[in-house]
């Protein structure tokens, strides 16, 4: 069992730019969560996905979008980059009402 | 909007001490989990704790999870190398998780 996986490791974007990451769930999950994990933080829930569907949102701005696909592999995708939205991102994988959430390897994001 | 708080925010001792980190909430956790996190790699769960007064104990890690259930600790002993990380404290309500900040912890031999 190959776990969460995340791709790119690790991203440099320009300012105004776009970016997409991507993570697959560890086998026998459906439903994954993005978070946000900026240096000295603790990470923070962007948005999760069941069914193809964002299922719950936290308090991001909607340059922030997602997608989830029929093999439960998501997509987080990052409009007009700002300086701010460098980070570690992380994706974490669960079953549906699952109270445990396993985390990928995450994807460092530096814009410059 | 529930915020967690963790102390102290870095530690640094030596092989074979001991050390207990800390987690405080503004509000009544749902239930509280505990990760490990090292340099480049993403959260591990260490343990979930539900009930007001609940000990667990893994190893050398202790979990206290508070009467009230609003605060829990984690005591490690005779700390190892191995122990370096960050420890994040979360809240597991409504299938998402709310971390505070974390205590950074390094231990040197």
């Known amino acids: 069992d190959a776990g969460v996986t995340q791709s790119p490791t690790h991203l440099i974007k320009t300012r105004g730019q776009q970016v997409t990451l991507r993570c697959s769930p560890k086998?026998?999950?459906?439903?994954v969560s993005w978070y946000q994990q900026a240096l000295g933080q603790g990470p923070q829930f962007i948005f999760q996905y069941y069914e193809e569907e964002e299922r719950q949102r936290g308090n991001f701005p909607d340059r922030f979008s997602g997608h989830q696909f029929p093999n439960y592999s998501s997509e987080l995708n990052v409009n007009a980059l700002l300086l701010g939205d460098s980070a570690l991102y992380l994706c974490a994988s669960s079953l549906a009402g699952g109270v445990e959430a396993f985390f990928g390897q995450g994807t460092r994001l530096t814009v410059v | 909007t529930q915020l967690l708080e963790q102390s102290p925010q870095f530690l640094s001792i030596q092989e074979g001490e001991n050390l207990t980190v800390y987690c405080n909430s503004s509000s009544v956790f749902s239930s509280l989990q505990w990760y490990r996190q090292e340099p480049g790699e993403g959260p591990v769960l260490l343990v979930t704790v539900v009930t007001g007064g609940e000990v667990k104990k893994l190893k050398r890690l202790t979990f206290q999870f508070g009467d009230a259930r609003k605060d829990s600790s984690l005591h490690i002993t005779a700390a190892q190398p191995g122990d370096t990380g960050l420890y994040l404290c979360a809240d597991s309500g409504y299938s998402t998780l709310t971390f505070g900040k974390g205590t950074m912890l390094l231990v040197s031999p």
């Open positions: 086998s026998g999950h459906d439903t």
